[in-house]
């Protein structure tokens, strides 16, 4: 057990424009390795497993406990969170890739913007326009809270995304995260004023009717979001908003 | 250390975003889900139940055929209940299937493969109601003017082992493609949206599936080895098949 070593093999890339690589790193095992603590360790010593000097590897991360959002990546083919990723559960050599189906910026960090203009594009916010003083907004029960507080965890991962076999570049699938924040805005006292612009956004091009209920999405989801019982949720909003508008326009 | 370059707000490649309130891919994706049980799902049904009475030998057959045969406007009723929309929900879902990328082999959950396993059903039974359309709608024996020669017309095709092995398959994918199918339904739609409700509806699903293959494998069954006599009729069927315009895939099986 002395020596033991953890093997990584990390797909590199230098920019958007140029083409992929593979890096194969051995670190000296330690108890409670993480990926992330894997990739600080490479940092610190860039030097492969054949002793060529290198650069450190780029990646997103800041609060390295789940609850950001930034450090998702493919590990071991699988998008999931680097840094509740332990390096003792995970089979070896570990391979690290940025996500696959979104435009890489360098290494293993990619541009997830497309998350960001869903949301803008669903309204995922409470109007709320603070020229004044509106008082304290409607209260929620219990039971609403609870509802809302397992959506509210989202953080912006982008794994439900990447795991979708509909979120491409030929169906621009609007993804799950979106379509959950449009369930918890739309439950939201005061959000729901935008509820219908919100279902109208989500029968455009890409909008919800993509998806095809493979259900990796709740599968992969490292903070646990119902995103196939609020798929089937909103996809109820969105048809019934469909009818009446049918008839009624 | 995790250094972050500064990329463009606007999105040059990946994924596109949302096209809010743009397109009419709403319309045409779920008129696919909602063709795919109301018509050719009730269409399957009254099918599987049709086929069904062969179970009770050819005479119980020809005048389920009859009565269908007989149903006004026929021509329409075909055309319009039945071609058009089996048309258009397999050329609306080879084109979803052609825009999936399947991923089963790095996620490989039960969800996954089944999504996987409903775009290559769909393939299979669109090419097997080619077949079957083709031999007994379009070739052989016209049913619709001789419903009396409708269990000899199935009986036999089904001697012809490939042809029973092909309608086994159409069976059993046609069965799960549609049993599925009806959970997807009701998933997409918000019928069932919490956890339980939507297991009870897959469950209720894989249930209609594994009713259609029992009904239509014993429908299978029976149209090979008839209730009451009819081997005399197809050993007269060497001299009937002169008459009337029976081509290709009675007289091949004639010769086995």
């Known amino acids: 057990m002395a020596n033991k070593t953890v093997l990584i093999k990390i797909k590199r890339q230098a920019n958007p424009e140029s083409q992929p690589y593979w890096e194969e790193f051995e670190l000296t095992w330690r108890p409670g390795m993480n990926v992330i603590s894997s990739i600080m360790e490479i940092a610190a010593n860039p030097v492969t497993r054949d002793g060529k000097k290198t650069t450190p590897i780029v990646y997103d991360s800041n609060c390295l406990e789940e609850v950001c959002g930034s450090c998702a990546m ?15 559960k995970l089979d070896q050599p570990i391979t690290l890739e940025p996500f696959s189906k979104f435009p890489v910026v360098r290494d293993l960090s990619v541009d997830r913007s497309v998350l960001f203009e869903n949301l803008k594009a669903v309204k995922a916010w409470v109007p709320v326009d603070g020229t004044y003083d509106l008082g304290s907004g409607p209260r929620m029960t219990p039971d609403e809270q609870e509802g809302a507080y397992p959506l ?10 990447e795991a979708c076999p509909q979120f491409n570049e030929s169906t621009g699938f609007v993804g799950a995260a979106t379509i ?20 109208s956004a989500l029968m455009g091009d890409g909008g919800i009717q993509e998806c095809g209920y493979a259900q990796n999405c709740v599968e ?30 | 250390m995790a250094s972050s370059v500064q990329t463009s707000p606007r999105i ?8 809010a309130g743009q397109g009419n891919s709403f319309f045409w994706r779920r008129l696919h889900s909602l063709s795919g049980i109301i018509p050719v799902g009730v269409f399957l049904t009254e099918h599987m139940i049709s086929n069904f009475a062969a179970t009770n030998g050819p005479p119980a057959y020809n005048d389920t055929v009859k009565f269908l045969t007989s149903l006004p406007a026929l021509i329409v009723l075909e055309w319009v209940g039945i071609f058009i929309p089996i048309l258009f929900h397999a050329g609306y879902g080879i084109y979803i299937w052609w825009r999936g990328d399947n991923n089963v082999t790095d996620y490989p959950w039960q969800g996954n493969w089944l999504y996987t396993l409903q775009r290559y059903t769909g393939i299979i039974v669109f090419a097997y109601i080619l077949f079957h359309t083709y031999t007994m709608r379009f070739t052989g024996v016209h049913l619709a003017t001789h419903p009396d020669q409708a269990f ?12 029973m092995a092909i309608y086994v398959i159409g069976v059993v994918t046609a069965s799960w493609h549609f049993g599925y199918g009806i959970f997807l339904f009701c998933a997409k ?15 209720f699903g894989i249930a209609v599936a594994i009713l259609f293959m029992v009904l239509g494998l014993s429908s299978a069954y029976s149209f090979v080895n008839p209730k009451n006599q009819v081997p ?24 086995q």
């Open chain 2, 152 to 163: 000899k017309k199935v009986h036999d095709e089904l001697l012809h082992p490939w042809a």
């Open chain 1, 180 to 199: 959950s924040q449009v369930r918890l805005f739309n439950t939201h006292p005061t959000g729901k004023v935008l509820k219908q612009d919100r279902l």
């Open chain 1, 74 to 88: 493919l590990i071991n083919g699988r998008a999931r969170m680097a840094c509740s990723a332990l390096i003792d």
């Open chain 1, 220 to 249: 992969v989801c490292p903070k646990d979001i119902p995103l196939t019982k609020s798929i089937s949720e909103v996809g109820k909003d969105v048809m019934k908003k469909a009818v009446v508008d049918f008839f009624r326009q």
């Open chain 2, 12 to 19: 040059g490649k990946g994924v596109p975003p949302l096209r």
């Open chain 2, 189 to 203: 739609w918000g019928i069932a949206t919490g956890e339980r409700a939507r297991k009870r509806v897959r469950a």
């Open chain 2, 232 to 255: 005399a009729n197809s050993a007269a069927s060497v001299n009937s098949s002169t008459q009337s315009g029976m081509t290709q895939a009675p007289a091949t099986t004639d010769n």
């Open chain 1, 152 to 161: 509210s965890r989202c953080i912006s991962c982008c794994c439900c995304m």
